[in-house]
Structure formats: C-alpha cells, structure tokens
C-alpha cells in the first residue's frame, strides 16, 4: 500500500489567516483527492486533485476558499485560506488503490481556529 | 440515493468480548466494501476490502462478511482489546476507478478494562 504523510500534523491558527497543508506519497499516483472531517463526523470530499490542471470541486467547496496545487504525480496541498472557526476539522488527503480498489488515507492535519 | 447506514452508532464492551459492527448499504453500481479503522484524531487505516464475489475477509482479529444479496456488510471483532477504540467506517465504492465513494457515518466503539 502507499505511504502517505501529511504536513503540519495538527495547526492552531488565527481567524482570517490561511494554512497550507502538504500530502506526499512514497510512489506515483494516477488520483488524489482531499477531504474534511468535522467534529463527529464522517469524511465529506473537498476535490479531486488533478496533476497538471484545476482541481475537481465537489458542491459546496469552491476554489478560492480551498485552492489545490498537485505539480505531480506524488505531490499535492490543500489551502484553507480565510479561515474561521467553522473550518476547524481535520483534513485528510487520500490517493486512489490502482485497480479501482478504493481509497488509502493520508494521517490527517487536525486544525483549529480560534 | 446512495447510502451507507451503519448501527450501532456507538457501542461499549468490556476488554476480551466479541463484537459485530453492522453496515447496510443501498449503492449503485457496486464494485467493492471497505472498512476502515479511525482512531481519534488520525486518518482512517484500511482493516479489509470485499468485492462483489467474496463474503469473508479475515484480518487478525477482524472478520468482514459481506451478502451482495441484502447489501449486507459486518464486521466482527474478536476477543477485543483496549486499543481497539476507534472509530469504524464501512465505505463502498460506486466504480472501477476508485474515486466515487459513499462513506457511513461510522460506529464508535469504546473497549474498556
């Protein structure tokens, strides 16, 4: 399976402020998506971060809150930028199991806003 | 409308019990179950995968069944231990390509001496 690791692994920040969050994976990888995970809850897909083009937005998220950058095939960020205490979640990064066998996950980046 | 539904929504044992996680599930197409294991705070980490043709996945102490038939999945968990507190998601992909999922809500279990 692949490795993936994300940084940082946990953030506080400030409101209005914006945090980047990394996803590295040890080998190459046709997808990668990002998600968020409130409090109690289940994971809920942000994008599909694509390798050489604008990232795939699910309803709901838009790209000038959460803009995506993946310049290859082992390497993407999440930015939450202008962030609020309602963004307060953990994010996770995902990558696609060749074969179409679903999803491994990234560790997660658990942020808070104050 | 695609769902995963799972109960219990949380559950207590004692250490050294049994316990079976349920998972139903009305998605289409299907093309495998998977479920996962979410600590507090990290990332969920894959326990099992079935696909369409298989009805038992066993990984240690964790026993997945899955009946295509009544879109039925569980997961059981033998003689429990304290660091199986977690959360456990069942998951089931729509498609071939890996990149259409439905997640369930999860069930919390909390194993206690």
């Known amino acids: 399976s692949a490795v993936i690791s994300q940084k940082p692994s946990r953030d506080i920040c400030q409101r209005g402020t914006s945090l980047t969050i990394q996803c590295q994976v040890d080998?190459?990888?046709?997808?990668m998506f990002w998600y968020r995970q409130q409090p109690g809850q289940s994971l809920t897909l942000i994008a599909t971060?694509?390798?050489?083009?604008?990232?795939?937005?699910e309803s709901g998220f838009v790209i000038d809150k959460f803009p995506i950058s993946r310049p290859n095939l082992t390497f993407s960020t999440l930015t939450v930028s202008n962030m609020s205490p309602e963004d307060s979640s953990i994010y996770l990064c995902?990558?696609?199991?060749?074969?179409?066998?679903?999803?491994?996950f990234g560790p997660g980046t658990r942020l808070t806003v104050t | 409308k695609n769902q995963v539904e799972q109960s219990p929504q949380s559950l207590i044992i004692l250490e050294g019990k049994n316990c079976t996680l349920q998972c139903n599930y009305t998605v289409s197409p299907f093309s495998n179950l998977r479920w996962y294991k979410q600590d507090t705070g990290r990332g969920p980490v894959s326990l099992t995968i079935?696909?369409?043709?298989?009805n038992t996945k066993s990984n240690g102490r964790y026993t997945a069944t899955l009946d295509a038939d009544t879109k039925q999945s569980s997961l059981h968990i033998t003689a429990s231990q304290l660091s199986d507190s977690a959360s456990y998601i069942c998951?089931?992909?729509?498609?071939?390509?890996?990149?259409?999922?439905?997640f369930g809500g999860g069930t919390r279990l909390m194993v206690k001496p």
């Open positions: 080998s190459q990888v046709t997808m």
């Open positions: 998951v089931v992909s729509h498609n071939n390509a890996g990149n259409m999922l439905t």
């Open positions: 995902s990558v696609g199991v060749p074969g179409g066998r679903g999803q491994y």
């Open positions: 971060a694509n390798q050489g083009s604008e990232a795939t937005y």
């Open positions: 079935m696909t369409f043709s298989e």
